[in-house]
């Protein structure tokens, strides 16, 4: 139906051009003046038609909560020998049932999480929240040596 739309459009911009240029050909005037109307009204029954239609939004399908292997690879966009190799590691979260493998959307998203690295700061800012709590404890130690 769009391409209709498309082409309508398209061919009622190109007479329209036509009829303002300066015409040489009778002929060709004598075409214009005639497809012209005929367009105009295909194009009216295309849009009344469209018109009625609703472009209802595409819905996307929301992940289950326990996903089998290939729904697991789509997940997190990785290859489905990729999972089994992590299962085989068991550096991944699953379940198994027989020979079934299952896994939940809610340990794969914990999972990921465990693998975020931290910033230079944030390992900076670790750094010196260490020297002062060590330094403290030192300081403590001493004074209770001291007394």
């Known amino acids: 139906m769009r391409s209709a739309i498309k082409i309508a ?3 009622q911009t190109y007479i329209s051009n036509l009829m303002h240029m300066e015409r040489e050909n009778t002929f060709e005037s004598a075409l214009i003046e005639f497809l012209s109307p005929i367009i105009e009204k295909a194009l009216e029954r295309v849009l009344a ?6 472009q209802e939004p ?11 292997i290939k729904m697991t690879a789509e997940y997190l966009h ?6 089994y190799g992590l299962v085989q590691r068991a550096t991944i979260p699953f379940y198994k049932k027989g020979k079934r493998l299952y896994f939940k959307k809610e340990d794969l998203e914990k999972w ?7 910033t230079i700061e944030e390992i900076g800012e670790g750094v010196r929240q260490f020297y002062l709590n060590e330094g403290l404890k030192k300081k403590d130690n001493r004074k209770i040596v001291k007394k």
């Open 112 to 118: 990921i999480e465990t693998g975020r690295k931290s």
């Open 49 to 54: 038609r469209t018109q009625g239609l609703r």
């Open 78 to 83: 990785l290859a489905v020998p990729t999972i």
């Open 9 to 11: 459009l398209a061919c």
């Open 58 to 68: 595409v819905k996307i399908k929301p992940y289950p909560d326990l996903f089998d």
